[in-house]
């Protein structure tokens, strides 16, 4: 059973950039399709970006792309995500998320089995 720990949060001014980390206890994080989502304060949670079992799909929400990059190390058992060009409204907790689920399923946040504790994003203007 995967464990998925983030951490790289912070406050930014608009503009800058953060890096968030996901460390997966699962030795076998290979098996899982990965993927970031955020809510936002006062609403839902919603998908930013997912990448598949070997990091050869990508996928980002529209608000995202662009700005943010989705990234992984199997090796490592991590899940990463770079977002530069922070605006204020990217402000929300962001969570990391490990799927068996198909790939064709990433950004249906019901279908992912396992999900970190969430990391909260401020990004001031």
């Known amino acids: 059973q995967a464990q998925l720990v983030e951490s790289g949060g912070g406050s930014v001014q608009a503009g800058g950039s953060l890096r968030l980390s996901c460390a997966a206890s699962?030795?076998?994080?290979?098996?899982?399709?990965g993927a970031w989502f955020r809510q936002p304060p006062g609403k839902e949670r919603e998908f930013v970006a997912a990448?598949?079992?070997?990091?050869?799909?990508?996928d980002y929400a529209d608000s995202v792309k662009g700005r943010f990059t989705i990234s992984r190390d199997n090796a490592a058992n991590a899940l990463y995500l770079q977002m530069n060009s922070l605006k204020p409204q990217d402000t929300a907790v962001y969570y990391c998320?490990?799927?068996?689920?198909?790939?064709?399923?990433?950004?249906?946040?019901?279908?992912?089995?396992?999900w970190g504790q969430g990391t909260q994003v401020t990004v001031s203007s």
């Open positions: 699962e030795r076998t994080f290979s098996r899982y399709h």
């Open positions: 998320a490990a799927s068996t689920a198909q790939y064709s399923y990433r950004k249906d946040a019901l279908r992912y089995n396992y």
């Open positions: 990448i598949s079992l070997n990091g050869a799909f990508l």
